[in-house]
């Protein structure tokens, strides 16, 4: 403090011509920034790739034990379950993404939520106050992290039940399309949660609310539209995200589900873009419109 | 410079800031004075473009906040609520913001030395005392070296230190010819650091002038008598445009005459007196005084003025 009060405001002056204007890539920079230095992102990460590491370790075990029962007592398990091994080990390494999801969610929700809840969002925007480059450069680290992230759990999961799998004489192929196509777009589907988490947390600038809303639009909504009986109700369950995803999943295949249940794969990835864009829409009208 | 033209919020049924006009002129330090409620804070906030305001204009050097190309080289603003994620150390949260401008690390280091946050700037700011989340946000507000300064209420949480710093750095802004908003309640920091001051109540503007000026408009000239007979001597002062208290006993103050008159009248008749100092009137009592009709929560007591500055003493 003593070299304070000797020299109290030495530097208070520095020039100008180092300082410039905001532009998309510096926003892009600062949000870098302010995602990796915090502790929660990095520990939901972890979290998130750990959930789909151990789900695909577990579920190869599973199978293996289904499939060695099938073997040994001929028609002692379902018939149905036996057939499927092969479908089974090529959505294995993917198979963890039904929780991971939440966890990418609920991180895209605390991107912004955050913001609101700590007044963080009066510096934030104070600095850019044009807003939507904040939303935009946020966005494009919601997509980044859902994609990455997913893809490389579910690749590090492949790995890890690969030798599990070899020991139940089951096989699985990390280079085969089918394979491949099934992490991808899961891969895409992960990230489109995280863009509904950040739309949703924009929106409600309430964490736990957003979190909540989000869970409900993923898991509990396709529960109860299926306990709700009557014709409208299972029409309108193709139409949620969750399903929609599970449309787009059977892309390329050639075993479409063929099940009234679902829409067809295009279908689905449209539906599911469309609660993409709907609710980023919304987000962007309302973080330009609002009082911070 | 700051102007703002008629400018008004209103929440629903609840206006915060009722059309008010002025104008921060840069070199010298423009206090903003109001009790709690006033609509402080929501004005600062319609400054720096977060709140929209309902009706009426202010811009910052010429131009509203969101239309100027690098806003922080422009004002840089210290605001009401802390403004930092607590999970976040000083230094990344300053990296941050200065990330937006291209603004180098090296003006980082700067004004966390500058704002004796040296120690600290790694550890998370929810370890911060008030105080030195109050650094970091005046460190905040440093970091475009901006021509326009605005500082909700800087001195809370602070200790002596800290103010007699926040004291100076203001000064010394306000020396380099920049423009220095600064609000608060607390008259008496005011009466320290400010020059000018915009007094606000119940979202209206109450006073507009050099701090002098508040005083003297307010204020009427007093006068402390200590006697050992003071209830004669209130009667033998007692005339018209003569007002007499007794804060204490053998104490009187007395306005409507001065000392002079005072003496004599004692002299006539023969009273002790042993204390005559002539009062001067005081930003306090110019405040209380602009503000008594404006206050937004009043206490439950129903002090008065005069009796809430005898506590506060």
């Known amino acids: ?292 | 410079m700051i102007q703002a033209v008629d400018l008004a919020k209103v929440y629903g049924e609840k206006t915060a800031v009722d059309g008010v006009t002025f104008t921060v002129e840069p070199g010298r330090v423009t206090g903003f004075l109001g009790p709690n409620g006033a609509g402080k804070s929501t004005t600062m906030r319609m400054i720096m473009g977060l709140d929209a305001p309902t009706r009426g204009t202010v811009t910052v050097n010429g131009a509203p906040y969101a239309r100027h190309n690098a806003p922080l080289r422009e004002i840089g603003a210290l605001l009401e609520a802390r403004a930092v994620h607590p999970g976040r150390s000083a230094y990344s949260h300053l990296s941050a913001l200065a990330a937006t401008h291209g603004i180098p690390a090296k003006r980082v280091h700067e004004v966390i030395e500058m704002t004796g946050l040296g120690a600290v700037a790694k550890k998370k700011v929810k370890g911060f005392s008030l105080g030195m989340g109050q650094r970091l946000g005046i460190a905040a507000a440093l970091l475009g070296d901006p021509q326009v300064v605005v500082l909700d209420e800087p001195v809370n949480g602070l200790d002596p230190e800290g103010v007699v710093w926040v004291r100076n750095l203001v000064k010394y802004l306000a020396s380099q010819g920049r423009t220095v908003f600064l609000s608060s309640h607390l008259m008496s920091e005011m009466a320290q650091t400010a020059d000018h001051l915009i007094v606000i109540g119940r979202g209206r503007i109450l006073a507009d002038a050099p701090i002098e000026d508040v005083i003297s408009s307010q204020g009427k000239a007093r006068t402390r008598v200590r006697t050992d007979r003071p209830e004669e001597f209130s009667r033998l002062l007692a005339g018209s445009g003569v007002t007499i208290q007794a804060p204490e006993h053998e104490v009187l103050e007395v306005s409507g005459l001065d000392p002079r008159q005072i003496a004599r009248t004692a002299l006539e008749h023969q009273v002790l007196v042993y204390e005559l100092t002539p009062l001067q009137a005081s930003l306090e009592e110019a405040y209380m005084q602009l503000t008594k009709d404006e206050v937004e929560y009043r206490s439950g007591d129903a002090q008065t003025p005069a009796a809430a500055q005898e506590a506060a003493r």
């Open chain 1, 1 to 292: 403090m003593s070299t304070m009060e000797t020299h109290p405001f030495r530097h208070a002056t520095a020039p100008h011509h180092e300082f410039g204007r905001p532009n998309f890539l510096r926003v892009l920079n600062s949000e870098r920034i302010k995602l990796l230095s915090l502790l929660s992102t990095r520990i939901l990460l972890l979290c998130a790739v750990a959930l789909l590491v151990g789900f695909a370790a577990l579920q190869a075990w599973g199978i293996g034990q289904v499939t060695t029962t099938v073997r040994q007592g001929g028609q002692a398990g379902p018939r149905a379950e036996a057939l499927d091994a092969a479908s089974a080990v090529l959505h294995l390494p993917a198979g963890g993404v039904s929780f991971a999801q939440l966890i990418v969610g609920a991180l895209a929700v605390l991107m912004i939520s955050s913001e609101f809840t700590t007044g963080m969002s009066r510096a934030t925007f104070a600095a850019v106050p044009k807003r939507w480059p904040v939303l935009t450069a946020k966005a494009v680290y919601a997509v980044v992290v859902g994609f990455v992230l997913t893809y490389v759990g579910a690749y590090i999961g492949g790995l890890v039940a690969q030798p599990i799998l070899s020991n139940y004489n089951l096989h699985l192929d990390m280079a085969s399309w089918d394979v491949q196509r099934f992490m991808l777009l899961n891969a895409v589907y992960v990230a489109a949660v995280a863009l509904m988490g950040l739309s949703l947390g924009a929106l409600l600038r309430n964490s736990a609310g957003a979190i909540v809303t989000l869970v409900a639009l993923l898991f509990v909504l396709p529960i109860i539209f299926q306990l709700i009986p009557g014709d409208f109700f299972t029409e309108a369950r193709k139409y949620l995200p969750t399903n929609a995803a599970d449309a787009m999943f059977e892309a390329g295949t050639a075993s479409n589900l063929q099940n009234a249940a679902y829409l067809e794969p295009w279908q689905g990835t449209l539906v599911l873009a469309a609660y993409v864009v709907v609710l980023l829409g919304a987000a962007y009208a309302t973080l330009q419109q609002r009082d911070v």
